[in-house]
C-alpha cells in the first residue's frame, strides 16, 4: 500500500509535545554518522549517544540565549541503508548550504516546520536539487523536476490546487519522504532509537 498522510497522524504535540511545532528530520541514504560528522564539520557531544527525549532536552539546553546553540545540534541514527537525522528547533536538514554538499553521491530526503509553521520539503540527488517546496503551498514547487513527483503529491494527500492547503499537508510530508526513500517513520522508532548526537558550525 502507498504511504499517505494518515499513517502518520501520531506525529502531534499529544505525542512529542517538544518536537511536532518545531522540527527537522532529514533522510541520507547509504552515510555513516561519523561520515556525517565530518562532511558537516560537526563536534560529537561528551555523551554523544541519546535517547530521543534527551536529544530533545539537550536542543534546548545550550549556553545561549533561552537556551540556544551557536550552531546547529543534532542527532543521528542508522536506519538500514539511511541515516536519520533528527533536529528539534533546528534545520540545518533544509539549509542548502548544507544539504547540497551532503548529498553528493547519494540521495537526501528532508522536510521541517518552526513554530510558526512555516516548513521546507527538499528532494536532492548528488547535489541536485529535484524538488523543493513549502507544504503550505505545493502548488508552488521548485527544483530540476517540480512535477516528476506531482501525482504522487496528490495520493499521499497534497492538494495542489491555488488555495493554502488547510489540511494535513505536515503529515503528507512524511508520506512523501517514505515514498522517496522507503523509511517508514513510526512513534516506535523514534523513541526506541539511540541517537549519535553532535553540534555542527552555521553553513557559510
Not at 514547487?141 to 492538494?159: A, I, K, N, W
Request: contains cysteine; glycine residues 10%; proline residues 6%.
Amino acid at each position: 500500500m502507498a504511504p499517505n498522510a494518515v499513517d502518520y497522524l501520531w506525529f502531534n504535540d499529544d505525542r512529542f509535545p517538544d518536537l511536532a511545532d518545531s522540527y527537522c528530520f532529514t533522510l541520507v541514504r547509504q552515510i555513516t554518522p561519523e561520515l556525517l560528522m565530518s562532511r558537516l564539520g560537526a563536534q560529537a557531544e561528551a555523551s554523544p549517544r541519546k535517547t530521543l527525549d534527551e536529544l530533545i532536552a539537550a536542543s534546548y539546553s545550550g549556553p545561549g540565549p533561552l537556551g540556544t546553540w551557536d550552531g546547529n545540534f543534532f542527532g543521528a541514527v542508522c536506519l538500514g541503508d539511511w541515516l536519520l537525522i533528527v533536529e528539534a528547533n533546528g534545520h540545518l536538514g533544509v539549509n542548502k548550504k548544507a544539504i547540497v554538499p551532503l548529498s553528493a553521491g547519494t540521495r537526501l530526503v528532508s522536510h521541517s516546520r518552526n513554530v510558526n509553521a512555516v516548513g521546507y520539503f527538499h528532494w536532492v540527488e548528488d547535489g541536485e536539487i529535484r524538488l523543493s517546496f513549502d507544504p503550505l503551498f505545493p502548488s508552488l514547487r521548485h527544483g530540476s523536476t517540480p512535477d516528476e513527483l506531482s501525482g504522487m503529491m496528490q495520493r499521499v494527500g497534497f492538494d495542489l490546487g491555488d488555495d493554502i492547503d488547510g489540511g494535513i499537508h505536515d503529515k503528507a510530508v512524511f508520506a512523501l519522504a517514505e515514498h522517496l526513500t522507503g523509511v517508514k517513520l513510526t512513534p516506535q522508532l523514534l523513541e526506541e532509537s539511540t541517537y549519535l548526537c553532535g553540534l555542527a558550525p552555521r553553513p557559510r
